[in-house]
Structure formats: C-alpha cells, structure tokens
C-alpha cells in the first residue's frame, strides 16, 4: 500500500519550521537582508511546475531593493522527495538558501560556491 501524500497544511508547516531554523542559524548581516524578504508558499509554478523556489527581481552582483518575495513550491519539492528518497526538510532549507541568496545578488555561480546550487 502506498502512503499518501502529506497534506497541504502539514507541508507548509514544516517548511515553516525549516525556515524559522535557517532564519535562528544566519549570521546578523544575512539575517537581516532575509528578515525583509517574504517568503510565500505555494503548491507549484504555474509557470514552471519542475521548479522548487523562485526569486523575484534578481540584480546581479547587488542586495536587491525590492525584497523579493521568495516563493516555494511545496509540492513541487515534496514530489521530488518522495520520487528520489530525499529530505523534503532538506530541500525546503536548500531552496530557501538558494532563493535568499538571488536577494542578495548571488549568481549561479556564486551559489554553487558557496554549496547552494
């Protein structure tokens, strides 16, 4: 038998809990950039279903003024969890970081130096 999917409530709780860790872990600079980026839930990317978080108004290289907001696709991301046996938790802080780190003008590559890629 196949268990079923966990519900929407119970997935924007734990990405809740995931992102109050990261936000408790941050040094003061980082935390105070993400302290003004709201970060939305949603199901999935209307857009873009394969996805697991979005950024709005990306400025390379530079803090962006506009903060955001960070948007994660929940089910998007407990998908891909129970497709390839990882951590939902895990994905949603990786996510998280990921998109934190566009608000703070963070490339690709820059993310992938710091091991948020």
Not at 92 to 104: F, I, P, Q, S
Request: charged fraction near 25%; charge should be negative.
């Amino acid at each position: 038998m196949t268990p079923s999917p966990p519900s929407w409530p119970n997935l924007q709780t734990r990405a809740q809990s995931v992102i109050e860790a990261v936000l408790a872990e941050l040094p003061p600079e980082v935390l105070v950039e993400a302290q003004k980026v709201p970060c939305l839930f949603e199901r999935e990317c209307a857009e873009d279903p394969d996805i697991f978080g979005t950024y709005g108004h990306f400025e390379p290289g530079e803090v962006s003024p506009a903060n955001g907001p960070i948007i994660l696709y929940l089910a998007t991301i407990a998908d891909y969890c129970d497709e390839e046996g990882e951590d939902y938790e895990t994905e949603v802080r990786l996510t998280y970081l990921h998109e934190l780190g566009h608000h703070l003008g963070w490339d690709e590559g820059d993310l992938e130096e710091r091991g948020l890629d």
